[in-house]
T-cell receptor, first 114, second 113 residues
Framework: DGGITQSPKYLFRKEGQNVTLSCEQN?????MYWYRQDPGQGLRLIYY???????QKGDIAEGYSVSREKKESFPLTVTSAQKNPTAFYLC?????????????FGQGTRLTVV | AQSVTQPDIHITVSEGASLELRCNYS??????LFWYVQSPGQGLQLLLK??????LVQGIKGFEAEFKRSQSSFNLRKPSVHWSDAAEYFC???????????FGTGTRLTIIP
């Protein structure tokens, strides 16, 4: 089935460690997004990418990094520079052509710093 | 800044009552607008979308939304809510200028018997 897959579902990280969240899609979508969700703050955009080998900072990019080496994959690295990384992270993808730009979401990764 | 705003953080309605969730947008041109629903600990599911044309759009699960340019609003409605509608609802807008998909802060819906 076509869809977008995030892994792992739960992730624990020690302070000072980098950690990478996986996001894979088989929808042939050009655009991919990473959002962070905290209670009462909605979804805040971290990074987004419209094409392979290109990406842009969102509203809260500090302490995060991404890569887009393949159309299907858009991994997010939470670095030790991110001061408060505990959150729910959502990956999404969308098409860019035609009349639709609706985003399809993965099931999320809950990251906890211990 | 171009954005969407959801003024209600939390709404409680009785089962069987009607529902309206508010969303206001701030874009120079008409954006693409969306409503999503999220169950706890899950990803987001698209309820409906507006691109152009008919300003009243129908979605899944009996939801509809009306685009009102004069009020810069895109409110979500349902004539009769069910207990299973309890969830968090997000309004979103796509900006063609910077190709960003931006979400409101969400409205949590509680259903009481």
């Amino acid at each position: 089935d076509g869809g977008i897959t995030q892994s792992p579902k739960y992730l624990f990280r020690k302070e000072g460690q980098n950690v990478t969240l996986s996001c894979e899609q088989n929808l042939n979508h050009d655009a991919m997004y990473w959002y962070r969700q905290d209670p009462g703050q909605g979804l805040r955009l971290i990074y987004y990418s419209q094409i392979v080998n290109d990406f842009q900072k969102g509203d809260i990019a500090e302490g995060y990094s991404v890569s887009r080496e393949k159309k299907e994959s858009f991994p997010l690295t939470v670095t030790s520079a991110q001061k408060n990384p505990t959150a729910f992270y959502l990956c999404a993808s969308s098409g860019l052509t035609g009349v639709t730009t609706e985003a399809f979401f993965g099931q999320g990764t809950r990251l906890t710093v211990v | 800044a171009q954005s969407v705003t959801q003024p209600d953080i939390h709404i409680t309605v009785s089962e069987g009552a009607s529902l309206e969730l508010r969303c206001n947008y701030s874009y120079g041109a008409t954006p693409y607008l969306f409503w999503y629903v999220q169950s706890p600990g899950q990803g987001l599911q698209l309820l409906l979308k507006y691109f152009s044309g008919d300003t009243l759009v129908q979605g899944i699960k009996g939801f509809e939304a009306e685009f009102k340019r004069s009020q810069s609003s895109f409110n979500l409605r349902k004539p009769s809510v069910h207990w299973s509608d309890a969830a968090e609802y997000f309004c979103a807008g796509y900006n063609f200028g910077n190709e960003k998909l931006t979400f409101g802060t969400g409205t949590r819906l509680t259903i009481i018997p």
